[in-house]
């Protein structure tokens, strides 16, 4: 028998907030690691400090999940439909428009090998470096259901399934890090292609869809905790500092492997950098209003979101076929040209969200409705 629907449930501006600054994050070092090499240490404890990214985003994307399915029964067929309706699209498009601009800067492949080059990298999530998180969100909606009957089964004992999945992350984390990849396909997709596995986020999508179930309670013992929760979440990233020093300076790990996303040592910064976004979007929710600049800035950052993700690296690729050469060539000191690109990409990035967001394709290219070339203000005023 189908549940009835529920309300409609408040946004969470300050999860919104945390989706907007993980994006930033995501932008910032992809654009670093474009100018600069990953193998020096700065750039690589950037890298680690950053990768939790990753890990933040399949928290945000299950948590969104069962703060809206959880407690309602829609069938898993129109679940498909809507979630995959919005991904599956955006995702082979950006796809086409990142193989295209391999395609055309490297030799051809003949028509056979240009047809399987562009099989394997859609199947795999490898047209270009970010697009794999897509993959990630794919499976995340394919075991959805399977995850909502296990927490729903599993309820009274919610501590264990806990449990159970951070043996999981690190028991894969271990395995990927420390043991040999065997020859083959399996070598290469379980440990070379690991982080386009769910398996490599399990506990922190648990994590996620505990956080939503127990929304109410959670929150409350957060807000009553704030400092606290400040306090653990910064002594996480000192000790985050920490590992990465001793792993590169005292155990002589090169800095590009000491930055391994895998890693299980990874857990320690990616979770000390959700709880200090969840503390900080939590304080400034106390605070919001709806007519401040930081919340209109984080509602319109929260509609461009992925369009900013899907396109950025383009913005990368396509300042760097002038921009940023120029830069790099007329300014020799990082800390003040590092900053001028970062910008840069931010900009582009918008710009082409913008445009996007106008064509007749912006359903298909960010995943949001077609917005109009004018303002309704202006649109109101000119008719």
Known sequence: MTAPRTAPRARKHHVDLMRVITFA???????????????????????????????AFVAITVFVLFVGYYRRDDGV????????????????????????????????????GTLRFIGHNIVYGSSWYHLYFLLVSMQIYLVFPLLRWLLRRTEGHHGLLAAG???????????VAFVPAPAGWAGWLLWGRSFTLLPMYIGFAILGALAAVHYERMHAWVTSHLRLL???????????????YVRVYELDTPPRRAAMAMHPAQVVPALAMILALYVVGTMWLARRRDDDPLARFVDAGSVRAFGVYACHPLA?????????????????????????????VYVTSVVLVELMLRSPFAKQLVARDRMPLLPRRQLATAS
Do not use: K
């Open 25 to 55: 994050c995501v932008v910032l070092v992809h654009t670093v690691g474009s100018v600069m090499s990953h193998s020096t240490a700065p750039v690589a404890a950037l890298d680690y400090l950053m990768h939790f990214t990753r890990y």
């Open 77 to 112: 067929l129109p679940f498909y439909r809507r979630r995959f309706g919005l991904v599956v699209l955006p995702y082979l498009l950006w796809s086409g428009i990142y193989l295209a601009l391999t395609l055309s800067n490297s030799p051809w492949r003949g028509f056979g």
């Open 230 to 244: 400040g306090a653990v979440a910064s002594l996480g990233l000192m000790a985050t500092g920490v590992i990465f």
């Open 316 to 344: 990368i690729w396509l300042l760097g076929q002038w921009f940023t050469p120029t830069l790099l060539a007329e300014i020799p000191y990082n800390v003040v040209r590092v900053p001028i690109v970062v910008l840069a």
């Open 165 to 175: 999945a951070w043996v999981l992350q690190l028991g894969y984390m271990y395995v």
